[in-house]
């Protein structure tokens, strides 16, 4: 068995939903991208604003809502952890934006040495994994019915190619047209401030 097989059922098991392959997504991806976020807050004062925990969070909520509706190709471990590295500098630069405008500017906080460090909890609760599931119905709520018939085909494990014969259009006008439709929702709960990949 190949080092891709393995890899390709854990794609196929976190479009269906699976918790155990998700879960198994952020044991091996999470302190990557925690790695990748704190290398992008430099500035103390944005550590203190928020943690790489959150943003980590961000990026996997993101990465799991458009992996199940089929938006992502992923044929290697490399491939997924370049997706999710991007998406982290994506939410640390919307972050680090959101924290400076304004009455936010973080650049106006004096240092305070007490401050105490808060401590992120390990490994996703029962109720984040509920809220997940509520966050993906919500995104499926939010697309049309032929968006959300196109999401599922994907989620199902559908290649574009194969979609696209049925329907008479090409490949990568659906692959568009979905990763339009899950930028649209995505917007419309505030997941991406930015669309990304």
């Known amino acids: 068995m190949s080092d891709e097989t393995p890899f390709q059922d854990l794609v196929h098991r976190v479009r269906g939903g699976d918790n155990d392959a998700a879960a198994e ?3 091996r991806y999470e302190p990557a991208i925690r790695r990748v976020v704190r290398l992008r807050l430099g500035d103390a004062r944005l550590r203190r604003a928020f ?18 509706l089929g938006q992502y190709d992923l044929a290697s471990p490399e491939q997924l952890l370049k997706l999710l ?3 982290a500098r994506h939410k640390v630069t919307d972050q680090v934006r959101r924290q400076r405008a304004g009455q936010r500017d973080l650049r106006r906080i004096t240092d305070d040495s007490d401050a105490a460090a808060a401590v992120p909890a390990t490994g996703p609760s029962p109720s984040a994994h509920a ?5 993906l119905e919500a995104v499926r709520q939010r697309l049309s019915p032929d968006e959300r018939d196109l999401a599922d085909e ?4 559908r290649e574009w190619a194969d979609i696209a014969a049925e329907r008479g259009e090409s490949p990568e006008a659906l ?6 439709a899950l930028d649209r929702v995505a917007g419309q709960l505030g997941l991406d401030e930015e669309s990304h990949v």
């Open 25 to 27: 997504v952020v044991r």
């Open 51 to 68: 943690d790489s925990m959150d943003v980590c969070q961000s990026v996997l909520g993101s990465f799991f809502v458009r992996a199940a």
């Open 85 to 87: 590295a991007e998406m």
């Open 131 to 135: 809220a997940g599931r509520e966050l």
């Open 154 to 157: 994907r989620g199902r494990g």
């Open 175 to 180: 692959r568009k047209r979905l990763a339009r």
